[in-house]
C-alpha cells in the first residue's frame, strides 16, 4: 500500500490569509484523522472522518477551520484568517476497522504563519 | 481522566547502550490499547507497536522489546544495543474508549551518540 500523503509539506504564510492542507489517506482506509503538534509536544486531535461524514471535532477546532473529506477520499483542512498561533505540524493519519485500530500517520504539513 | 505521561523529556546516550523509554498511563476503561510511536527528525510519526491490555506478555521485535505491566499501569520501551538511527522523538498513545483518536504523551527525545 502507498501510505498516507500530505500537500504542501511546508507552507509560509502572512497572518490573515487562509491556507488549504490536503490528505490523502492510504487507500480503503475509511476513518481519517486530523491532528495538529506544536513544538516539543504531542499530537492533538483535531477532527475524524468516518468515510466523507465528519463524526468527532475537538475544541481545538475554532470556527477559523474547516474540514471536509467528499466522497471519503482525500480530505482537506482549511484554515480561514491565520492567526500567529496557528502555526504548528498538521498531521493527518488514517486507519480500517474499529475505533481503536493502527492510525497511520503522513509526513506532516508545517505551517508557518508570519 | 484519561491521561499519558512520558516523564523522560530527553535522554542522551552512547551507541550501543541500552535504554529504557517510560510511559505512564491513567484510563478508566477496563479493555484498552496502548500505541507507540517514533518521530524521526523528518517529522513522520512511525507506528512501531499496538497492545491489547488484555496481553500482558512481553514483545520482543528486533532490537526493541515493550514491557506492559498492568499493575503499574506502565508500557515501557525498551532498545537494546542503541544505534544513531534511533535517534528521534517517541511517543506513547492511548485511545480513550469508544472514542476515535489517540491521546499522546509529551514525548521522549532520544539522542544517541556515535
Known amino acids: 500500500d502507498t501510505g498516507v500523503s500530505q500537500d504542501p509539506r511546508h507552507k509560509i504564510t502572512k497572518r490573515g490569509q487562509n491556507v488549504t492542507f490536503r490528505c490523502d489517506p492510504i487507500s480503503e482506509h475509511n476513518r481519517l484523522y486530523w491532528y495538529r503538534q506544536t513544538l516539543g509536544q504531542g499530537p492533538e486531535f483535531l477532527t475524524y472522518?468516518?468515510?466523507?461524514?465528519?463524526?468527532?471535532k475537538s475544541r481545538l477546532l475554532s470556527d477559523r477551520f474547516s474540514a471536509e473529506r467528499p466522497k471519503g477520499s482525500f480530505s482537506t483542512l482549511e484554515i480561514q484568517r491565520t492567526e500567529q498561533g496557528d502555526s504548528a505540524m498538521y498531521l493527518c493519519?488514517?486507519?480500517?476497522?474499529?475505533?481503536?485500530?493502527?492510525?497511520?500517520f503522513g509526513p506532516g504539513t508545517r505551517l508557518t504563519v508570519l | 481522566a484519561q491521561k499519558v505521561t512520558q516523564a523522560q523529556t530527553e535522554i542522551s546516550v552512547v551507541e550501543k547502550e541500552d535504554v529504557t523509554l517510560d510511559c505512564v498511563y491513567e484510563?478508566?476503561?477496563?479493555?484498552?490499547?496502548l500505541f507507540w510511536y517514533k518521530q524521526p527528525p523528518s517529522g513522520e510519526l512511525v507506528f512501531l507497536i499496538r497492545?491489547?491490555?488484555?496481553?500482558?506478555q512481553n514483545e520482543i521485535s528486533g532490537r526493541y522489546s515493550w514491557n506492559f505491566q498492568k499493575s503499574t499501569s506502565s508500557f515501557n520501551f525498551t532498545i537494546t544495543a542503541s544505534q544513531v538511527v534511533d535517534s528521534a522523538v517517541y511517543f506513547c498513545?492511548?485511545?480513550?474508549?469508544?472514542?476515535?483518536?489517540?491521546?499522546f504523551g509529551a514525548g521522549t527525545r532520544l539522542a544517541v551518540h556515535p
Open positions: 484510563t478508566r476503561d477496563t479493555t484498552y490499547y
Open positions: 493519519a488514517s486507519s480500517s476497522g474499529g475505533a481503536s485500530d493502527t492510525q497511520y
Open positions: 498513545a492511548l485511545p480513550p474508549g469508544g472514542y476515535n483518536k489517540l491521546i
Open positions: 497492545r491489547n491490555s488484555f496481553d500482558e
Open positions: 472522518f468516518q468515510n466523507e461524514a465528519q463524526l468527532e
